[in-house]
């Protein structure tokens, strides 16, 4: 709101407008009077302006307090031309003037989605109506309100006439709504114009928007959109050029229904479109079920023989296809379906007991949803005899197959079982009689077998020893009626009908052979006046068991007297008491009587007799006035009651004493060692122990244990036992007892990497080389398995030697020996019969030296250049002057002969042979050609020669031998000599030839 100051401007400035056009106004009106207001119209302007001006400065005060702004109205045509049109303000458009902090509404509710609440800011897009539009603006601040009026112009969409409208013949409410052309996701065709069909293709089938494309018919239709004229905002339309398209109809399909006992060969080539009427004959057909008919697109013929000869009866759907001439139609299918039907039922009867009512089902099959009723005779036999039991029939037996399962079940139930014998039968169905005609005759019923129990209790007796009563078993079956055999856990009630009380017994293990079986039944929980019982078994069920009630009559054989007598000690006895546990007798009495007698006689020291009918009693024995000894005491009972079930009238008791009869223990060697291999395969035991003196003895694991141990107890190495010594007539032990402390010998068998070794003779290997292993004592060798001769582990082996090893600990040797299988190769030793003088000039190798070497078969001759060790030398090396050592090898184990050595001289060359000659000239130019003056081949024949050579002044110049064979034309100074004649002597120092003089060229 404004202040005072601002609105006295504020007025002030609009009161001076008012003045002149007041002025102006009262200008005009003296003009008209004088021009005698000739023109009316001029005249109630003039006059409404100044009822204007009047207004507005009585008005003026009130109106410029408005904070909300006043009233307006716009008017806004072709929205859909502009996008700020999307974001337009209300705002703005407030006469007056109007502060912010308000809030705007809509006139109408609807338009509210479009308009922001806060700002006055609306998306005309969105208001896809034409016409007025009322919004206002409310200012809390002075609680005042102003309304902008929109004149909204239309927007019918944009025309669809190139082909983009599409419909298919077969939709009756197509909205045409949908072929307004938009480019503009955020703009929509106005929704309250008007549709009407173009004159060219009027149809009568338009309901406003919605178009009957299906009884119109394939075809183009126009149709014409229009929205209305606004204030200022001319009315506009939109065309609709719609093609309506042929729906594709896949016609209507029937069944063909075929009995599977039919004669099929009449439907071996069923073209399916026999079964289709009104179908357009552009479709394809498909396979719902794969049945192997329909090749490709174009085959419409089935075999409905070969069909149920592969996969038998049922439903087979074959779909035909027709497709759209266009995407806005929809394809169009039809089912035809190939019936071959089939029903097979099979009758389920339960074991029962005799008693129990018949229950008699039959579940139905059924290929395919068929509903059908029958009427049933059947017959109950026996299985085995085949004898019939029982006779029945049924009428209208309805059948209603579920749809997801194609099954049923039918139950007879007859009360009383009509079948008295028990055992195993069968049912079976003699006559099925289709009652509706739509199963072909085709319905079978399986039989079924089901045992009536008769699972038989007894009892073969009265009396019963201990607790239980002894029920028999038998005719106990499994479902198939086989004998049952095996184990099994029933659980029965067992009542007491003499004096009231039941017990439940669970989990009662029982074994059957053959159905046969025998059940412990416990009574002692009962008073013993109890005669007549029954059991009922609960479980398990459906067995035969259940079946059972029995009743029978048992008692358990009375109690017998207990008769105890106690010494206080056996071996040096003070004090003796007799003790009787006497159960009460329901008639007669008990005679006790006891007495004492040496056991080494006969005659009675000690007699006494008590006579009563039941109860506990404790008598002490005076045995003071006996002497030491060895004594028997004889406690006896007669009873003479009348319980039919008691079967022992007299008991007797008996125990023997000493008085002063302790033995002394027995003698042995406190430390004992066992050799374990001695016993293998078993271990010394207790009674191995050797005693010196002793009998009847005990062994203890202690000095103080009471529990002796059994005399084949195992020994343990490191232990030591007890022992004491008894009294054979009363098994007095000796107070003391000797002890013995055990050693055991462990041995271990011999362990080897190698019991079949190889050796080289030339090892010399003996049975310390052997790879014998002894765990923890030494290896002693033998030539036997089990005895043998012992052998110095320095022998020798031999070849195919047999040698056996075994631990030795102690002298303790084991029970076992490790056998060793040795061989040892020996290859022969080369034999040389050649010479060995030969010519280095022949460039002869050991090769051929091995052909005067003589042959062995199975080994590889190899050459050495040494005696032991040394490098091997290959065949093809040429000779020289050195020895050389030929030997065997085995080429297995690289075993060797003994190595013959032959020494090998390359001198003895004939110069004959060999073309020698002594040069008569040289050239020592240093050419590379014949610089140098030797004597080929000399050294071969002549190894000691000696050549000087000397000038014609008979001075030498060279002294040359096989060391030094070459001149190279130099003085004894070194300085080359001039070329001319020389003269030399060769002394040949061989054979006592003469030496040789000539003459040497030198040339340069």
């Given at each position: ?534 059991i009922t078994i609960t479980s398990p069920n459906d067995t035969g068991f259940d079946c059972v009630d ?202 080897s990497g190698n019991t079949t070794p190889t050796f080289c003779s030339s090892d010399a290997a003996t ?73 280095a000039l022949d460039n002869l190798t050991l090769a051929d030296l091995e052909t005067q070497i003589t ?150």
């Amino acid at each position: 709101m404004r202040n005072n100051d601002q609105n006295i401007i504020y007025i002030s400035i609009h009161f001076s407008y008012y003045l002149i056009f007041y002025s102006f106004a009262v200008n005009n009106l003296i003009n008209l009077t004088l021009d005698t207001l000739k023109k009316k119209r001029v005249f109630n302007t003039i006059i409404r302006g100044i009822m204007i001006v009047l207004c507005s400065i009585i008005c003026i005060q009130k109106s410029y307090t408005q904070c909300a702004g006043a009233d307006n109205s716009v008017i806004i045509c072709n929205k859909e031309q502009d996008v700020n049109y999307q974001t337009y303000s209300l705002f703005n458009q407030l006469s007056g003037a109007p502060t912010a902090g308000g809030t705007w509404t809509s006139e109408n509710p609807i338009n509210n989605f479009a308009l922001n609440n806060a700002t006055g800011v609306v998306n005309l897009w969105s208001i896809n109506r034409f016409g007025e539009h009322r919004f206002t603006y409310t200012n809390p601040d002075c609680g005042e309100s102003a309304t902008i009026t929109v004149f909204l112009g239309g927007y019918p969409g944009e025309n669809n006439i190139n082909g983009g409208a599409n419909a298919c013949s077969g939709s009756s409410n197509v909205n045409l709504f949908t072929f307004l052309d938009n480019n503009l996701t955020d703009l929509a065709a106005d929704s309250n114009g008007t549709w009407t069909e173009h004159p060219s293709t009027v149809t009568g089938l338009l309901d406003e928007e919605f178009f009957n494309a299906e009884a119109a018919g394939p075809g183009t239709y126009t149709f014409i959109y229009e929205v209305d004229a606004v204030e200022t905002c001319a009315a506009e339309t939109a065309t609709v050029v719609l093609e309506v398209h042929r729906e594709p109809d896949a016609g209507n399909g029937s069944d063909l229904v075929i009995c599977d006992n039919d004669d099929l060969s009449g439907f071996i080539n069923i073209d399916l479109f026999n079964l289709l009427t009104g179908e357009d004959a552009d479709g394809i057909w498909e396979e719902l079920h794969t049945a192997g008919q329909i090749a490709d697109v174009t085959d419409s013929e089935i075999n409905v023989q070969e069909i149920f000869n592969t996969h038998g009866p049922g439903e087979y759907h074959f779909q035909y296809t027709v497709f759209p001439m266009h995407g806005v139609c929809s394809e169009d299918t039809e089912i035809v379906r190939i019936i071959i039907p089939q029903v097979s039922g099979a009758f389920s009867v339960n074991n029962i007991c005799g008693d129990q009512p018949l229950v008699i089902n039959i579940n139905y099959d059924i290929s395919q949803v068929l509903l059908f009723s029958h009427d049933l005779e059947f017959e109950i036999r026996r299985v085995g005899t085949d004898e019939v039991v029982y006779t029945n029939s049924i009428n209208n037996v309805e059948v209603t197959p579920s749809a997801v399962t194609l099954s049923d079940t039918f139950t007879l139930t007859i009360p009383t079982n009509p079948i008295t014998e028990k055992g195993e039968f069968y049912i079976t169905a003699t006559v099925i009689d289709d009652i509706t005609g739509l199963i072909c005759d085709s319905l079978t019923i399986d039989d079924d077998s089901f045992v009536i129990y008769d699972v038989q209790l007894s009892t073969n007796q009265l009396c019963f020893d201990g607790s239980d009563v002894v029920v028999n078993i038998s005719n106990y079956v499994d479902s198939l009626n086989a004998p049952v055999n095996g184990t099994i856990n029933i659980n029965y009630t067992l009542q007491d009908l003499t004096n009231g009380g039941s017990q439940d017994i669970e989990n009662q293990e029982i074994t059957f052979t053959n159905g046969e079986a025998q059940l412990p039944v416990d009574i002692s929980g009962f008073p013993r006046d109890s005669k007549q019982y029954n059991i009922t078994i609960t479980s398990p069920n459906d067995t035969g068991f259940d079946c059972v009630d029995f009743t029978f009559e048992a008692s358990l054989v009375p109690e017998d007297i207990q008769l105890e007598i106690l010494v206080d000690n056996n071996c040096n006895a003070t004090e003796i008491k007799v003790g009787v546990d006497a159960p009460t007798l329901g008639d007669g009495n008990y005679t006790i009587n006891y007495e004492v007698r040496r056991t080494d006689g006969t005659d009675v020291l000690i007699d006494n007799t008590i006579v009563f009918n039941g109860g506990n009693a404790d008598f002490n024995v005076d045995i003071a006035t006996l002497s030491e000894g060895d004594y028997e005491i004889i406690l006896t009972s007669t009873q003479n009651d009348t319980n039919p079930c008691r079967t022992q009238f007299d008991f007797e008791v008996t125990d023997t004493f000493s008085i002063g009869g302790v033995p002394d223990p027995p003698v042995l060697d406190e430390n004992q060692t066992f050799c374990l291999a001695n016993f293998f395969p078993n271990v010394p035991t207790l009674s191995d122990i050797n005693i010196t003196s002793g009998d009847n003895l005990t062994w203890y694991d202690s000095v103080t244990s009471t529990t002796p141990l059994d005399p084949n107890t195992l020994l343990v190495n490191g232990t030591t036992y007890f022992v004491t010594a008894s009294n054979a007539l009363s098994n007095c032990e000796s107070s003391d007892r000797a002890f013995v402390n055990v050693s055991l010998t462990t041995t271990a068998d011999i362990t080897s990497g190698n019991t079949t070794p190889t050796f080289c003779s030339s090892d010399a290997a003996t049975l310390a080389d052997l790879d014998a292993v002894a765990a923890t004592g030494v290896v002693t060798w033998y030539d036997a398995a089990t005895g043998g001769t012992n052998l110095d582990a320095n022998t020798t082996l031999v070849d195919g030697g047999t040698y056996f090893a075994v631990e030795n600990v102690n002298g303790c040797e084991h029970h076992t020996k490790l056998e060793f299988n040795v061989t040892v190769i020996t290859p022969p030793t080369p034999e040389f019969t050649g010479e060995t003088g030969l010519c280095a000039l022949d460039n002869l190798t050991l090769a051929d030296l091995e052909t005067q070497i003589t042959s062995v078969t199975g080994f590889d001759l190899l050459w050495f250049d040494t005696n032991e060790g040394g490098n091997e030398i290959d065949n093809s090396e040429l000779l020289g002057e050195t020895t050389y050592y030929a030997v065997y090898v085995d080429p297995v184990t690289d075993c060797e002969s003994p190595r013959t050595a032959i020494t090998i001289s390359l001198s003895d060359c004939d110069p004959e042979d060999y073309d020698f000659f002594i040069p008569d000239g040289f050239s020592p130019n240093n050419d590379g050609v014949n610089d140098l003056y030797f004597i080929p081949n000399i050294a071969f024949f002549y190894p000691e020669y000696e050549l000087e050579i000397f000038n014609r002044y008979g001075q030498s110049l060279f002294k040359g031998n096989l060391s030094r064979p070459q001149w190279n034309g130099t003085n004894a100074s070194g300085s080359e000599v001039t070329s001319g004649v020389y003269f030399y002597i060769l002394r040949y120092n061989k054979d006592n030839l003469t030496p040789k003089q000539g003459r040497i060229y030198l040339s340069k």
